[in-house]
C-alpha cells in the first residue's frame, strides 16, 4: 500500500490519506519466505489440529487434549485441569505472553506481526489462493483493471468461494476449543448445535474473510494498536529491516551499455542500489523500505530476500536490505563492519529473568496446587438464630471442590468455638462434634450447615472460629477462618 501525504483541511482537502490497493508479488525462495511458510504452517496446524488431539483422563471426563469447558467451568491442557479459583494460572500466562512480547520485540523487532501474527498468517494464505486464482502480480493487476468477462467472473468467484471456506473453517478451529470437537462438528452439520456455537463461528469466519480478504494491510497500518507503540519496546540494539542507503545511493538501474561488465567497474562511482522495485513490489504493505523505517513496515523481512536475490543477479554483496540493528548499520556506514549482538544489553536479561521467575512460581504451584479446597458463606437472613436452652445458632454454606476423579471422604471439624456443635442438612446425626461428608469425583459438594453454641462462649457480638476440612483418603488438611454471630451482650 502506498500511503499518500494527507492534505490538511485548511487547505480544503480531505483529512483521510488517499490509499490505493497493494498487489504483493510472490516470493518463492529466499530465509525469511521460508521462515514463513514455517511459522503459517505451525500456527495453522495446531490451530485446526489441535481441537481433534485427544487425552485419556478416565471415564466420565473429556477426552479432548486442549478445552475450555465454559458450561463445566474447567479448562484442560493435557495432563492440567484448571478450575475457576485457579484463575490466576490464567494470570500468570497473560504476564508471560506479555513479557515474552516486549522480550522478542526488544530483541528482534516486530517479528511477531511478519511472522506469527494471525492477520499476518491467514492474509499470508489468501494471498497465495489469489495467486493461484489469478496469476502474479502483473496478471492480478490486469485483470482488476479489465472489464468483466467469463474468464474474470470464474477467477473471482473461485478465490471467493475458497476463501470463504477457510473462513468457515478458521470459525470452526476456534470454537473447537470450546466444545467436544467430534460432537461438536455432527451437531453443526446436523443443525441441532446452539445458536451461540452458530454465531461464535460466523463472527470469527467473518472476521477472517472481511478482515484477511480485504482490509489486509490495512489493519496493520490503522487497526492495530501494537505499531503505534512498538517504539516503546525498541532501542538501537534491536532487529530491524533497512535499508544501507550509505551503499545504496546514489541509486539507478543497470542499462543496456551497463549489462556484463564486471560489478567492480559498473559499480565503482555509483550505488549498489539498481532501483529495480522488488523490495516494493514483495511487500505486503506496499511501503518502499528505501524511505527508511516506517509504521506500515511489519517486520517480514521478504524485501531483504528480494533483494539479496537481486544483488546475487549482478554479482553484487548481500545485505543492501538487512535485518539488523540500526546501531550496527551506523557502524558500517562509517566503516567499522563489525557487529554488535542484540543480546548484548542489560534489558534483555531483566526480561529473560521475569519470564523465568513467573515460569517457575507457575511450574512450582502446579506441581503443589491442592487436589480439595472449600468455599464457605455464612448466611446473613439472619446472622443468627436464638434457640432453647440459651445457645445461638449460625447457618452456613459449604462449598467442598475435590478436584480429583476419585470420589473423596472429607470430614469436618470447628476449632476456636467452646462446645460447638455441628449438624448438616441431608446428613445423618444432630448436634455434632465432626461431620463426614462424601463428595463425588471432579465435582462440588455444596451442603448448608448450621453451627449451635452457647451464647456463653461469645464475649460479644461475634465470635471467631476456623473450620478445619480433612481429606481422609490423604490426611490433609484445610482450614478456613469465618465468624459465628450472636446477640450483643
Same mark, same amino acid.
Given at each position: 500500500m502506498?500511503v499518500?501525504?494527507t492534505?490538511s483541511?485548511t487547505?480544503g482537502?480531505s ?5 490505493k490497493k497493494a498487489?504483493?508479488?510472490?516470493l518463492?525462495a529466499g530465509a525469511f ?7 503459517l504452517?505451525?500456527s495453522l496446524?495446531?490451530y485446526w489440529?489441535?481441537p ?9 471426563a473429556?477426552?479432548?487434549?486442549i478445552l475450555?469447558?465454559?458450561p463445566g467451568r474447567?479448562?484442560? #491442557?493435557?495432563g492440567?485441569e484448571i478450575?475457576?479459583q485457579e484463575?490466576?494460572?490464567l ?5 508471560i505472553?506479555a ?5 522478542i520485540?526488544?530483541?528482534?523487532g516486530r ?9 499476518? +498468517?491467514f492474509?499470508? !494464505?489468501f494471498v497465495?489462493?489469489e495467486?493461484?486464482? =489469478?496469476?502474479?502480480?502483473? $496478471?492480478?493487476?490486469?485483470?482488476d483493471?479489465?472489464p468483466?468477462s467469463?474468464?474474470?467472473l470464474?477467477?473471482k ?7 470463504i ?6 470459525g ?6 470450546f466444545?467436544?470437537v467430534?460432537?461438536l462438528l455432527r451437531d453443526?452439520?446436523?443443525?441441532e448445535?446452539?445458536v451461540?456455537?452458530y454465531?461464535? %463461528? ?5 472476521c ?5 480478504g ?8 490503522y487497526m492495530?494498536?501494537?505499531?503505534r507503540f $512498538?517504539?516503546?519496546?525498541?532501542? @538501537?540494539?534491536? %532487529?530491524?529491516?533497512?535499508?544501507e542507503?550509505w551503499?545504496g =545511493?546514489p541509486?539507478g538501474p543497470?542499462r ?7 560489478? =567492480? ?12 522495485r522488488? #523490495?516494493v $513490489?514483495v511487500?505486503?504493505t506496499g ?11 511489519i517486520?517480514? /523481512?521478504?524485501? +531483504?530476500?528480494?533483494?539479496?536475490s %537481486?544483488m ?6 548481500r545485505?543492501?536490505v538487512?535485518?539488523d540493528?540500526?546501531? &550496527?548499520?551506523?557502524?558500517?556506514a562509517a ?6 549482538s ?9 526480561y529473560? /529473568?521475569?519470564i523465568?521467575?513467573?515460569?517457575i512460581?507457575?511450574?512450582y504451584?502446579l506441581?503443589t ?5 472449600v &468455599?464457605?458463606?455464612h =448466611?446473613r437472613?439472619p446472622?443468627?438464630? @436464638? ?7 449460625n ?12 470420589p473423596?471422604?472429607f470430614?469436618l471439624?470447628v476449632e ?5 456443635t455441628?449438624?448438616v442438612i441431608?446428613?445423618?446425626?444432630d448436634?455434632?462434634?465432626t461431620v463426614? !461428608? ?6 462440588v ?5 448450621f453451627v ?9 457480638k461475634?465470635?471467631d472460629?476456623t473450620?478445619?476440612l480433612? &481429606?481422609?483418603d490423604t ?5 478456613r477462618d &469465618?465468624?459465628f454471630a450472636?446477640?450483643e451482650?
Amino acid at each position: 500500500m502506498s500511503v499518500q501525504n494527507t492534505p490538511s483541511p485548511t487547505d480544503g482537502g480531505s483529512p483521510y490519506a488517499a490509499t490505493k490497493k497493494a498487489y504483493p508479488r510472490f516470493l518463492n525462495a529466499g530465509a525469511f519466505r521460508r521462515l514463513k511458510w514455517l511459522a503459517l504452517i505451525v500456527s495453522l496446524g495446531f490451530y485446526w489440529i489441535g481441537p481433534w488431539l485427544r487425552w485419556d483422563r478416565g471415564p466420565g471426563a473429556p477426552g479432548q487434549a486442549i478445552l475450555v469447558d465454559l458450561p463445566g467451568r474447567r479448562a484442560y #491442557c493435557f495432563g492440567i485441569e484448571i478450575w475457576p479459583q485457579e484463575v490466576y494460572y490464567l494470570t500468570g500466562i497473560l504476564i508471560i505472553a506479555a513479557l515474552l512480547l516486549f522480550f522478542i520485540s526488544a530483541l528482534l523487532g516486530r517479528v511477531w506481526c511478519g511472522f506469527a501474527c494471525w492477520q499476518t +498468517v491467514f492474509t499470508d !494464505l489468501f494471498v497465495w489462493i489469489e495467486r493461484l486464482f =489469478e496469476g502474479e502480480r502483473a $496478471q492480478r493487476i490486469l485483470l482488476d483493471k479489465a472489464p468483466w468477462s467469463a474468464n474474470k467472473l470464474w477467477r473471482k468467484a473461485g478465490k471467493q468461494i475458497c476463501w470463504i471456506l477457510i473462513s468457515i473453517l478458521a470459525g470452526f478451529g476456534f470454537i473447537g476449543f470450546f466444545d467436544d470437537v467430534h460432537l461438536l462438528l455432527r451437531d453443526l452439520l446436523t443443525g441441532e448445535a446452539g445458536v451461540s456455537a452458530y454465531a461464535a %463461528m460466523a463472527v470469527i469466519g467473518g472476521c477472517c474473510y472481511l478482515l484477511a480478504g480485504f482490509a489486509r494491510e490495512d489493519v496493520c497500518i490503522y487497526m492495530c494498536p501494537y505499531s503505534r507503540f $512498538q517504539s516503546a519496546m525498541f532501542d @538501537e540494539h534491536s %532487529m530491524i529491516v533497512s535499508y544501507e542507503s550509505w551503499r545504496g =545511493e546514489p541509486r539507478g538501474p543497470v542499462r543496456g551499455a551497463g549489462r556484463g561488465r564486471p560489478a =567492480e567497474q559498473l559499480f565503482a562511482e555509483r550505488g549498489h542500489c539498481i532501483d529495480c522495485r522488488m #523490495c516494493v $513490489q514483495v511487500c505486503p504493505t506496499g511501503i518502499d523500505i528505501r524511505d527508511g523505517s516506517q509504521l506500515a513496515c511489519i517486520g517480514c /523481512a521478504l524485501c +531483504v530476500d528480494a533483494c539479496n536475490s %537481486m544483488m546475487d543477479r549482478v554479482g553484487l554483496p548481500r545485505g543492501l536490505v538487512s535485518y539488523d540493528s540500526s546501531f &550496527n548499520q551506523q557502524a558500517r556506514a562509517a566503516g567499522d563492519m563489525s557487529s554488535s549482538s542484540p543480546m548484548a544489553r542489560p534489558r534483555v536479561y531483566i526480561y529473560l /529473568a521475569i519470564i523465568g521467575l513467573v515460569a517457575i512460581l507457575m511450574a512450582y504451584s502446579l506441581m503443589t496446587r491442592k487436589t480439595f479446597d472449600v &468455599n464457605i458463606l455464612h =448466611e446473613r437472613a439472619p446472622m443468627y438464630v @436464638e434457640v432453647s436452652g440459651g445457645r445461638v445458632r449460625n447457618g452456613y454454606t459449604f462449598k467442598i471442590l475435590n478436584m480429583v476423579r476419585g470420589p473423596g471422604h472429607f470430614r469436618l471439624t470447628v476449632e476456636g468455638l467452646n462446645k460447638a456443635t455441628m449438624s448438616v442438612i441431608g446428613v445423618d446425626g444432630d448436634q455434632m462434634e465432626t461431620v463426614d !461428608l462424601p463428595v463425588d469425583g471432579d465435582s462440588v459438594g455444596t451442603f448448608r450447615m448450621f453451627v449451635t453454641a452457647p451464647n456463653a462462649s461469645l464475649s460479644g457480638k461475634k465470635a471467631d472460629l476456623t473450620f478445619a476440612l480433612t &481429606n481422609l483418603d490423604t490426611g490433609k488438611v484445610v482450614r478456613r477462618d &469465618n465468624l459465628f454471630a450472636g446477640p450483643e451482650r
